[in-house]
C-alpha cells in the first residue's frame, strides 16, 4: 500500500457527546460524526426515548427539549453497546425513576460497572443491579461532592462528569481519566455552559450549573485508536503511508516506541482541531528495519501508551527481529484472542491470561478464520492478512464494522485488495 489516508472521528468521543446531550433541554448540533455501527446504535437508543433527531451526512442535529420516555427504550440497541452505560450520567438530574438495560460490547472478560454506581451514588443518584437491568432512581436533587473513582475508566469518569455538572455546588473528582474522549466530552459540556476545570488532568473540579444551554456545532475530535490502526496497518505491510488527521498528544508514547524499534516516521502539518480544542498532525510512515523493543510493552491510563493501542503493536511486533513481552493486563481475555494470528504463521507464545511473547520477524501466510468477538484483535487478523501472499478469507467481521467507517474501501483506495462477500 502507499499514497494518503485520512484518519476518521473518534467513535467513543461521538458515543459519549450524543449521550450527553439529553442532559440539553434545547437543540444539539455535531458535526464530523463516524458512520459506524456503535454511533448507529446509541442513535437508535436516543430516538427509541424520545429524542427528535436530523441527520445529514455527518452531521446530526439532536433535540431532548420534550419529555422522554424511557419505558419505550429500544432494548436491542441499549444492549449491544456498552456505551449506554453512559446515560446513568446522563439523566442523572432529569428522569427520576428509570430502568437501563444491560448493556454489551466486546467480550473482554468482566468488565465491571461498580466504579460507576459507586462514583454516581455519590452524587445522589440510587442504582440497583437486576438480572437484565439497572433499576435507577433519583428522588432527590443531585448533591455535589469528593469522589474518589474506584477505578480510573473512560466511561466511569464521563458519568461522574455529567451528574456532577448539574449538581449544586462543587464537585471534585480525583482519580479521573484523562482521556481522549474524556477531554472531547469536558470540553463539549464546557461550550454548553458546564464549568469544568482541570481538564486533560486527573483531577477534575466541577462546580454545578441550573441547566446547559444549546450547542450550536461541535465537531468530533479525530480518533487516535483509528490512527493507529492504519499506522500498525502501514508497518506491518512495509508500506509507504501516510496518516492524515491524527491527535498527537494521544499518539506520542506509540509513536516514540516504535522510533525506539527503528521506524522511520515524520510528523508534519501541525494544527489544530476543527473544535479548536486538540493538536492534530499528519504522521508519514516509512518502511525500514525493525528492531523487537528490549522492553515489555504495556497500555496504561493516558498520559502513558492507550489501553486499546496496546494490541496493535502485536502485528507490528511480528515483523521485529527479536522478541517482545506484551502484558495486556486490563482485560482477562485479550490477550488470548492474539493467538489467532498463529493460524497466519506469527510466533506468539500464551504465558498466562494477562501476557504474551512477540517473536519476529514473521512471513504471514493466508487463511480462513472467524473473528474474534473483540474489535482490536480481530482488526489484527485483518492486517495479517494484508501482510501475507495470498488470498486469506475472514469471516463474521461485524465486530470489525462496529468500530471502523469504511475501512475495507479507504484500505483499497491506498492498494489492498480487499472483497466484501455476502454470506
Known amino acids: 500500500m502507499r499514497g494518503e489516508i485520512l484518519n476518521q472521528s473518534s467513535k467513543n468521543s461521538a458515543e459519549a457527546l450524543l449521550c450527553a446531550s439529553v442532559m440539553i433541554k434545547g437543540p444539539v448540533t455535531l458535526t464530523d460524526l463516524p458512520q459506524i455501527e456503535g454511533v448507529k446504535r446509541i442513535v437508535e437508543l436516543l430516538s427509541s426515548i424520545g429524542v427528535k433527531i436530523e441527520r445529514s451526512g455527518r452531521t446530526i442535529h439532536l433535540d431532548a427539549s420534550a419529555d422522554l420516555s424511557l419505558d419505550k427504550m ?4 441499549a444492549e449491544v453497546t456498552r456505551t449506554s452505560l453512559l446515560l446513568l450520567g446522563a439523566l442523572a438530574a432529569r428522569e427520576k425513576k428509570y430502568k ?5 460490547g466486546c467480550r473482554l472478560g468482566e468488565r465491571t460497572v461498580r466504579p460507576h454506581l459507586y462514583a454516581l451514588q455519590k452524587l445522589g443518584v440510587n442504582i440497583v443491579s437486576k438480572d437484565c437491568y439497572y433499576e435507577v432512581e433519583n428522588s432527590q436533587p443531585l448533591r455535589a461532592s469528593r469522589v474518589i473513582l474506584y ?27 484523562a482521556n481522549y474522549m474524556v477531554q472531547d466530552l469536558c470540553y463539549f459540556l464546557n461550550s454548553a455552559g458546564a464549568k469544568i476545570e482541570g481538564i486533560g488532568s486527573t483531577t477534575l473540579t466541577i462546580t454545578g450549573v441550573n441547566k446547559l444551554r444549546a450547542s450550536k456545532e461541535y465537531s468530533i475530535m479525530p480518533d487516535p485508536i483509528v ?24 499518539l506520542e508514547l506509540e509513536l516514540y516506541k516504535l522510533e525506539i524499534m ?20 499528519d504522521i508519514e510512515i516509512i518502511h525500514g528495519k525493525l528492531t ?16 486499546d493501542n496496546l494490541p ?82 475472514l469471516r463474521d467481521t461485524s465486530v470489525i464494522d462496529r468500530g471502523y467507517e469504511n475501512l475495507y474501501d479507504i484500505l483499497n483506495k491506498a492498494g489492498a485488495d480487499i472483497k466484501i462477500i455476502k454470506e
Open 262 to 281: 527503528g521506524q522511520k516516521l515524520v510528523i508534519k502539518n501541525e494544527r489544530l482541531s476543527k473544535n479548536g480544542k486538540f493538536q492534530i498532525v
Open 312 to 393: 496493535l503493536f502485536i502485528p507490528i511486533l511480528t515483523q521485529a527481529h527479536g522478541h517482545t513481552m506484551v502484558h495486556d493486563w486490563a482485560y482477562e481475555n485479550r490477550a488470548a484472542y492474539s493467538l489467532d494470528l498463529q493460524k497466519l504463521g506469527a510466533k506468539i507464545t500464551l504465558l498466562d491470561p494477562h501476557r504474551i511473547w512477540v517473536e519476529g520477524p514473521t512471513n504471514f501466510a493466508p487463511a480462513d478464520m472467524v473473528c474474534p468477538p473483540a474489535l482490536r484483535p480481530a482488526v489484527n487478523l485483518l492486517i495479517a492478512m494484508l501482510a501475507a501472499k495470498g488470498k486469506s478469507v
Open 74 to 77: 429500544d432494548q436491542n440497541a
Open 151 to 177: 477505578e480510573s475508566g473512560d466511561t466511569t469518569t464521563e458519568n461522574a462528569v455529567m451528574a456532577a455538572v448539574l449538581a449544586s455546588g462543587a464537585t471534585t473528582i480525583k482519580m479521573a481519566s
Open 292 to 307: 523487537a523493543l528490549p522492553d515489555k510493552i504495556y497500555g496504561r491510563p493516558f498520559p502513558g501508551l492507550n489501553i
Open 100 to 104: 437501563l438495560y444491560k448493556s454489551g
Open 227 to 250: 490512527a493507529m490502526t492504519f499506522i500498525s496497518a502501514a508497518i506491518t505491510t512495509a508500506s509507504n503511508l501516510t496518516i492524515k488527521n491524527c491527535p498527537l498528544e494521544f
